[in-house]
């Protein structure tokens, strides 16, 4: 596809209810990124990986949160037993190659709402 | 960590004036990156300036990088309203880690 995308575009949860936010990177990119974003923030760093490798979760809020990219292109974050304070956009991004002078792109986030 | 801190946390100016921003970091790093975001979308890849340039322009944005002082500018001349967005910087990949930006209004 011509950039990352990102879905669904929003996503209202009762609280309790698991969810599952998808990001198609671009095609050929090694490193992809999750972020969390809440009203008026700037984006929180969840976790990254370099093809299926998740290299760094230290972002993840709780044991709650979850993210796999298993065959190294498309990836999903979990939510189990979500809460109110999830409520927020979770952006995705990828990049090249993940070395140090290549930029990264996003995808235009999912909003999530838990109820 | 390697997380950009932006100054000032708002800023509000007039059509047609300049606008800087500040970015300060705390680790070495060999280069660094700013990103724009506009109000419900994902953030836009502007500028990167390596750690050997001190200045590096790209149409109506200009970035200095001082490595001794671990800060960084952009400034975007003559702004316009379009250019009312929220301002990121970001040290180097692989990890990419952001602070709280710049809000930038423009006023037409």
């Known amino acids: 596809g011509a950039g990352v995308s990102q879905s669904p575009r929003y996503k209202v949860a009762k609280r309790g209810q698991d969810v599952a936010l998808r990001c198609d990177p671009i095609?050929?990119?090694?490193?992809l990124f999750w972020y969390q974003q809440a009203l008026g923030q700037g984006p929180e760093f969840l976790t990254y990986?370099?093809?299926?490798?998740?290299?760094?979760k230290s972002g993840l809020p709780s044991d709650r949160f979850f993210a796999e990219r298993p065959e190294g292109s498309v990836s999903t974050l979990k939510i189990q037993r979500t809460q109110q304070e999830d409520s927020a956009v979770y952006l995705c991004?990828?990049?090249?190659?993940?070395?140090?002078?290549?930029?990264?792109?996003f995808g235009q986030g999912t909003r999530l709402t838990v109820v | 960590s390697q997380q950009g801190e932006e100054d000032p946390q708002a800023l509000s100016i007039q059509e047609g004036e300049n606008a800087t921003m500040n970015c300060s970091y705390k680790?070495?790093?060999?280069?660094l990156q700013w990103y724009r975001q506009n109000s419900g979308r994902g953030l836009v890849h502007l500028i990167l300036?390596?750690?050997?340039?001190r200045e590096k322009h790209s149409g109506r944005l200009r970035v200095t990088l001082d490595t001794s002082k671990k800060s960084s500018s952009l400034l975007i001349t003559a702004s316009r309203a379009a250019d009312t967005a929220s301002y990121f910087c970001?040290?180097?990949?692989?990890?990419?880690?952001f602070g709280k930006g710049t809000k930038l209004t423009v006023n037409p």
């Open positions: 991004a990828s990049s090249r190659d993940g070395v140090r002078n290549t930029e990264a792109f």
């Open positions: 095609s050929g990119h090694v490193s």
């Open positions: 990986f370099q093809n299926e490798a998740q290299l760094d």
């Open positions: 680790t070495s790093i060999n280069n």
């Open positions: 300036i390596r750690s050997n340039e």
């Open positions: 970001a040290p180097p990949l692989p990890k990419l880690v």
